[in-house]
């Protein structure tokens, strides 16, 4: 099967893929590729492939939703991607987290129905976790740049403004501390194609303290940690 959404040629996708739901983080973020080439723009989902340390790396738009990253997985998976983490926002939980902060996800709860239902034709609800692998991997790369972290799950959303004043309080007792939009479907997913994932997530607001990061403080949160995911990336 050929792609549709994205009109990259086999070759010109990684196997090793960095996604980010923004397609101006992807372009921010492709800076750090030695000579970066853009292979996608359809639809908005920018694909740059480029080398970082002379491994080969592709970083790539997902957009936002469980829908959306699940197409682009499928797709990037069809041109040759195979390890993929998301570097993305999200909105914390449990007032022990700041804006600014990185969360290494280390598994993902989500509502039944709709894609999950789609894809495993039951109601059955799927482990939604990452690869042990990248995780470590991650965990391993933080710890040795010296970046504050935390580790826990998350809450993948489908409904951004369907949060109510009970919201925070019913997921973070359920053990999630922080709620974002596609880890899900990432993770889920990955396990159905023999695929390897994982996800890091800059909290940029807070639902028990409130308040939203700047763009330049994220921007230089994003690029702060960077490094760390990209150096995991590569020893995969």
Same mark, same amino acid.
């Given at each position: 099967?050929?792609?549709?959404?994205?009109?990259? !040629?086999?070759?010109? =996708?990684?196997?090793?893929?960095?996604?980010? +739901?923004? /397609? @101006?983080?992807?372009?921010? *973020?492709?800076? &750090?590729?030695?000579?970066?080439?853009?292979?996608?723009?359809?639809?908005?989902?920018?694909?740059?492939?480029?080398?970082? !340390?002379?491994?080969? =790396?592709?970083?790539?738009?997902?957009?936002? +939703?469980? /829908? @959306?990253?699940?197409?682009? *997985?499928?797709? &990037?998976?069809?041109?040759?991607?195979?390890?993929?983490?998301?570097?993305?926002?999200?909105?914390?939980?449990?007032?022990?987290?700041?804006?600014?902060?990185?969360?290494?996800?280390?598994?993902?709860?989500?509502?039944?129905?709709?894609?999950?239902?789609?894809?495993?034709?039951?109601?059955?609800?799927?482990?939604?976790?990452?690869?042990?692998?990248?995780?470590?991997?991650?965990?391993?790369?933080?710890?040795?740049?010296?970046?504050?972290?935390?580790?826990?799950?998350?809450?993948?959303?489908?409904?951004?403004?369907?949060?109510?004043?009970?919201?925070?309080?019913?997921?973070?007792?359920?053990?999630?501390?922080?709620?974002?939009?596609?880890?899900?479907?990432?993770?889920?997913?990955?396990?159905?194609?023999?695929?390897?994932?994982?996800?890091?997530?800059?909290?940029?607001?807070s639902l028990v303290k409130g308040g939203w990061i700047s763009k330049e403080?994220?921007?230089?949160?994003?690029?702060?940690?960077?490094?760390?995911?990209?150096?995991?990336?590569?020893?995969?």
């Amino acid at each position: 099967m050929n792609p549709v959404h994205i009109l990259a !040629k086999k070759g010109e =996708v990684a196997e090793r893929v960095l996604i980010a +739901g923004d /397609p @101006s983080r992807v372009k921010l *973020l492709s800076t &750090l590729l030695e000579e970066p080439k853009l292979v996608n723009e359809n639809r908005g989902f920018l694909v740059y492939t480029g080398k970082y !340390k002379d491994v080969r =790396v592709t970083i790539a738009t997902h957009g936002i +939703g469980g /829908p @959306s990253i699940a197409i682009v *997985l499928e797709e &990037l998976a069809m041109l040759g991607g195979k390890v993929f983490i998301r570097y993305g926002t999200a909105g914390a939980l449990v007032p022990e987290l700041d804006k600014g902060d990185y969360v290494i996800v280390t598994g993902a709860s989500y509502n039944r129905g709709g894609l999950f239902h789609q894809y495993f034709k039951e109601d059955a609800c799927i482990s939604s976790t990452p690869d042990f692998d990248v995780l470590l991997a991650l965990y391993n790369s933080f710890k040795a740049k010296g970046l504050k972290f935390f580790t826990g799950t998350v809450f993948s959303s489908d409904a951004f403004y369907a949060e109510d004043e009970d919201f925070a309080k019913k997921w973070s007792e359920r053990g999630n501390i922080a709620v974002e939009m596609e880890c899900a479907a990432l993770f889920a997913l990955s396990k159905l194609r023999k695929l390897k994932s994982g996800a890091v997530v800059v909290i940029s607001d807070s639902l028990v303290k409130g308040g939203w990061i700047s763009k330049e403080e994220l921007e230089k949160k994003v690029m702060q940690g960077a490094n760390a995911i990209l150096d995991a990336l590569i020893n995969l």
